[in-house]
């Protein structure tokens, strides 16, 4: 069974601090790793799709990696705006319809 | 920029009666999904559905649940006699494009908040 595991689970950081939050996955074969963030009572937003180990992707104090077993999204000089759910999802291959296996995501707070 | 749209924003019913969720997906989208998150839990896959037919549902999906595209714009979840615990936020997504290609990022709804009393 496909399963997704973020850690740590919440993470506190002053505004400027910039830290790392961690995507472990087990499939049977990866078509895709998504990443979205969630705020409070919204749907989730798209932020990046990572397909094969060694890609990266960047939006502005984002940054996704992907290895064969985990992914990471850094975050470099945090602002307050950055405080959300970070979820991470995997689209496995031999699935025919497209299903997202999401994480139980990281919340992240950033003090000012 | 276009988003996929989902009414009502929130749904209160009781236990037994049957509700439909609507949703208006991206216009030039292909893929349809249903998801739901029960408070503090993950989301959680639902349904897949296209060209006017369910390609893929969980365990999840019983019975009891039902997807339509009545029209060219519309996407719906019915089901048909709710439960306690079908209490969640359901989310509507949509994707250009099937797995593997560059255009299949899924693109979800605010959602709608049901909850069964």
């Known amino acids: 069974e496909d399963q997704v595991t973020q850690s740590p689970e919440a993470l506190r950081l002053q505004e400027g601090e910039s830290s790392s939050l961690n995507c472990s996955y087990t499939?049977?074969?990866?078509?895709?790793l998504f990443w979205y963030r969630q705020d409070p009572g919204k749907g989730p937003e798209f932020l990046f799709t990572l397909y094969s180990a060694g890609e990266e992707k960047e939006k502005e104090r984002l940054k996704a990696t992907l290895t064969k077993k985990e992914s990471f999204l850094h975050i470099t000089a945090p602002k307050p705006e950055d405080s959300a759910t970070y979820l991470c999802?995997?689209?496995?291959?031999?699935?025919?319809?497209?299903?997202?296996?999401f994480g139980a995501g990281t919340i992240l707070r950033v003090k000012s | 920029e276009p988003e996929v749209t989902q009414t009502p924003s929130h749904q209160v019913t009781q236990m037994g009666q049957e509700v439909i969720l609507r949703c208006v997906p991206i216009?030039?989208?292909?893929?349809f999904y249903w998801y739901r998150q029960i408070l503090g839990q993950k989301v959680e896959f639902l349904v897949s559905f296209y060209n006017n037919e369910i390609s893929e549902k969980s365990e999840i999906f019983d019975d009891q649940f039902s997807v339509e595209r009545p029209d060219g714009s519309n996407f719906t979840l019915k089901i048909r006699s709710t439960k306690l615990e079908d209490s969640a936020m359901y989310f509507c997504a949509s994707s250009e494009a099937y797995s593997g290609s560059p255009y299949n990022e899924q693109f979800f709804g605010p959602g709608t908040r049901l909850t069964v009393l």
């Open positions: 216009s030039n989208h292909l893929y």
């Open positions: 999802a995997v689209q496995a291959t031999g699935e025919y319809g497209n299903k997202l296996v």
């Open positions: 499939v049977s074969g990866l078509r895709g």
